[in-house]
């Protein structure tokens, strides 16, 4: 099946296979006059559109930018999107004075939504995902990480993780699966912290590991949930089955897990409101993709990461929603990325290479997604309007007309195609 998309004011990306640092941040190619054409699910051709009516036979089918940009898909690195409940008091409660930490030792909090999770049906579950995904994708995203993590026990966490794999199966927009079992300590083992260490390392892991239901990892390393050492025991156990990392690090105090998962050579560090410039000093120097998530700033009302240090120090840095029902609850990349440009103080350019090719990297797959490049997955779209500025400078409302997943039309118009 071949797809040509045409009538685009702009076709706009950023280059690589791998994540940009520094000025390469914000370099975006802009073409003009050019068309996009995939084949099997790939780009083929990004270019000149008369050349390519030369070189290439009529595409089984055309979709008409009709003046609108085109961009490559959001890929969201950091999402919590399985869950049942809400928390919807809780938002209130902040907005009178308790704090998001004040309300989870009050028994709220994550482990408030993992009761509701652990009640709920496997169907009810994946129902909920399917429609959230509706909502990723109409805002543009076309690949999210999915983490577990509203079990913390054996049948819910592989319960969440059931529903992240069948909802990849039946949704066209990619899940790449995260067990987040050491996501707080649930409140039956509060007195014992060390004891659920030792269950999620003796029975969760091997569970899952066995079941093939994780390609990483990750934790929430703060003080009062899991400390530097629990949590380097937890990143060894997991990188013994070969799982990559991810880590929720310095979110609300600086307690060192950017360095943590720097030392575990890990996909990424996320959040990093609280991080030292001890713990940007590592960044700079290694692999690690720094995933920030304005979005949960904004919605607790709390400090920023120090983003600008970060670019200058030539930390790679991503962006994601940190989507879920306490401190993030929004799907759309297109909030984040003017909460990233207002409140983090990025460029639109850079911005948009965060969430995307970045954004990949975060996820290890940046030699396959995240920009519009032969060889790259046809994972598009195009905007309803005619530069790419719009994206954020109109911000609040919903900016995408049409989505390309794999080569074929996804949404039109706005709307799913079913
Ligand atoms: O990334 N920090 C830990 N986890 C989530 C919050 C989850 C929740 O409140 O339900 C986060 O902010
Ligand atoms: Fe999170």
């Given at each position: 099946m071949s797809l040509l998309i045409r009538g685009a004011s702009q076709i706009v990306t950023p280059l690589g296979t791998s994540a940009c640092r520094k000025e390469a941040l914000g370099q975006l190619t802009v073409l003009e006059s050019a068309v996009v054409r995939c084949e099997d699910g790939r780009i083929v051709w990004v270019g000149d559109s008369t050349e390519h009516d030369r070189r290439f036979p009529k595409a089984d089918q055309v979709l008409d930018a009709q003046g609108g940009c085109v961009l490559p898909g959001f890929v969201?690195?950091?999402?919590?999107?399985v869950w049942a409940g809400s928390r919807e008091d809780e938002f209130n409660r902040r907005l009178r004075g308790e704090s998001y930490m004040d309300i989870a030792r009050a028994g709220g909090g994550i482990n408030a939504t993992v009761s509701a999770t652990r009640t709920a049906s496997s169907e009810a579950l994946t129902q909920k995902t399917l429609n959230r995904l509706d909502t990723f994708l109409t805002h543009g995203t076309t690949t999210i990480e999915a983490k577990s993590g509203y079990g913390l026990d054996l049948p819910t966490e592989r319960k969440m993780l059931e529903v992240i794999r069948d909802a990849d199966a039946e949704h066209c927009v990619d899940l790449i699966p995260t067990c987040l079992a050491a996501h707080e300590v649930p409140l039956e083992y509060r007195d014992r912290p060390e004891e659920f260490v030792e269950l999620l390392i003796q029975e969760i892991h091997p569970q899952v590991a066995e079941l093939d239901l994780a390609v990483a990892i990750d934790a929430f390393c703060e003080e009062g949930v899991f400390s530097l050492a629990q949590t380097r025991r937890i990143l060894a156990d997991a990188a013994s089955y070969g799982w990559r990392i991810h880590l929720h690090a310095d979110e609300l105090t600086p307690l060192g897990g950017t360095e943590v998962a720097v030392e575990m050579n890990a996909l990424s560090a996320d959040h990093l409101i609280h991080v030292t410039d001890a713990g940007i000093g590592a960044l700079a120097e290694s692999d690690t993709v720094a995933i920030l998530l304005p979005g949960t700033s904004f919605f607790l009302r709390t400090h920023y990461a120090p983003a600008r240090k970060m670019i200058d120090a030539g930390c790679a840095i991503a962006l994601a929603t940190d989507f879920n029902p306490g401190s993030s609850p929004t799907e759309s990349m297109p909030t984040i990325l003017a909460l990233a440009c207002?409140?983090?103080?990025?460029t639109v350019e850079e911005a948009l290479t965060a969430a995307t090719l970045n954004a990949a990297a975060a996820l290890d797959r940046a030699d396959r997604l995240g920009s519009i490049e032969s060889?790259?997955?046809?994972d598009l779209l195009v905007l309803d309007a005619p530069t790419y500025h719009h994206l954020v400078?109109?911000?609040?409302?919903?900016?995408?007309r049409h989505v390309v997943k794999g080569g074929k039309v996804v949404v039109r118009d706005g709307r799913i195609e079913k």
């Open positions: 969201d690195p950091h999402t919590h999107p207002l409140n983090l103080g990025l060889g790259k997955a046809a400078y109109h911000h609040g409302v919903n900016p995408i």
